[in-house]
């Protein structure tokens, strides 16, 4: 991926009432028990939990649109380095073909027949006259090609335009993914801040207190050589913030983070969730082995990494750094062996 812009968030948020300090995970439907008369301050972590999931379904959107303008950008530079080089080649053609529509003027003063009444050496005349036949009909070819070049310049060109329409159409859509998710993240920091600020203190350490150190991944085994680098830079990356539309080295989003693992074992994947669930062969939860990516929800709207014996690597939200969480921390987890 090109550069993205990076903003990094610093509220964390409790993700439960009753099992939080158990289990943190990166979306509302992961919540544990709640009262069954919810207080306010409660309520207000409901709210906090909408908005930071919402906020995550516009960051994915937001990396779409993100990937498809880069994509665009390198498009539109290729179709401009083609329509230069069009260019100068009709350029080129043309002061050739005019060259020698030039010469042949300047050497066909008198009529064919009347040049072979006057001529010295008919012999001589009727060669160069088949020579210049074969020029005309050369020139002939040149000018078709000539026509053919300006007909392709004028598609390639209208194409250009094309493009160029579709990536504004892409950057406007970047921008407005882009305020839907500083919104929404701007409304849960406020939400968080009205909380008294004992309620808020344990919420900040709570989002933090995911577990950074190694889980017992014994006996977990990686499918190949590659998964096993994707993995051992996985987890080389916790304790690293989360900040939405990063993909690293020094803060992710879920699925920044697969595509930079990833990218470090020498593989290229997407850049969306989405994109990454059907970025390989799936596979039955059941028989997930390290390196396999983990897509939660109906629209995989979350990814991490499968590392062994239940346990998932991932950037849960923001306010809480990359760590170690139980795979069926959230529901509709599919699995994918890239």
């Known amino acids: 991926m090109g550069s993205h812009r990076r903003l990094v968030q610093t509220s964390g948020f409790n993700r439960g009432a009753g099992a939080a300090l158990c289990v943190l995970s990166a979306a509302a439907a992961a919540l544990g028990a709640v009262p069954a008369v919810a207080a306010p301050s409660d309520d207000t972590r409901a709210e906090v939990d909408r908005l930071y999931e919402e906020a995550e379904h516009a960051t994915e959107a937001y990396n779409k649109a993100d990937e498809r303008a880069d994509s665009l950008r390198e498009e539109v530079g290729t179709a401009q380095d083609g329509i230069a080089r069009q260019q100068e080649r009709i350029n080129s053609m043309r002061e050739a073909f005019g060259s020698l529509a030039g010469a042949q003027y300047r050497s066909g003063g008198l009529d064919p027949s009347l040049a072979l009444l006057f001529s010295d050496d008919p012999d001589e005349y009727l060669d160069k006259a088949a020579v210049l036949d074969r020029i005309s009909a050369h020139q002939a070819g040149e000018l078709k090609d000539l026509q053919e070049a ?65 889980p017992d991944l014994s006996g977990a085994v990686a499918p190949s050589g590659r998964a096993a680098a994707a993995v051992s830079a996985a987890q080389s990356a916790i304790g690293m913030p989360y900040v939405w539309g990063a993909n690293g080295p020094t803060g992710f989003d879920c699925s920044g983070l697969m595509q930079w693992a990833y990218a470090q074992a020498g593989v290229s994947l997407p850049r969306t969730s989405q994109a990454q669930r059907y970025a390989g062969r799936q596979v039955p939860l059941s028989q997930a082995r390290p390196g396999d990516l983990v897509t939660y929800r109906g629209d995989a709207s979350h990814v991490g990494m499968y590392v062994g014996n239940g346990q998932v690597v991932h950037a849960p939200y923001p306010g809480a750094p990359v760590r170690y969480d139980p795979v069926g921390m959230m529901p509709g987890a599919t699995v994918t062996r890239p």
């Not at 194409?159 to 160029?164: C, S, V």
């Not at 504004?168 to 406020?190: N, Q």
């Open 150 to 214: 300006m007909r392709e310049l004028t598609q390639e060109r209208s194409e250009a335009a094309r493009k160029l329409g579709e990536l504004e159409k892409s950057r406007k859509a970047v921008a407005s993914h882009k305020r839907t998710v500083e919104r929404k993240l701007a409304r849960a920091r406020e939400l968080l801040n009205s909380l008294p600020s004992d309620e808020r203190a344990a919420y900040d350490r709570a989002s933090r207190s995911g577990r950074s150190e190694m």
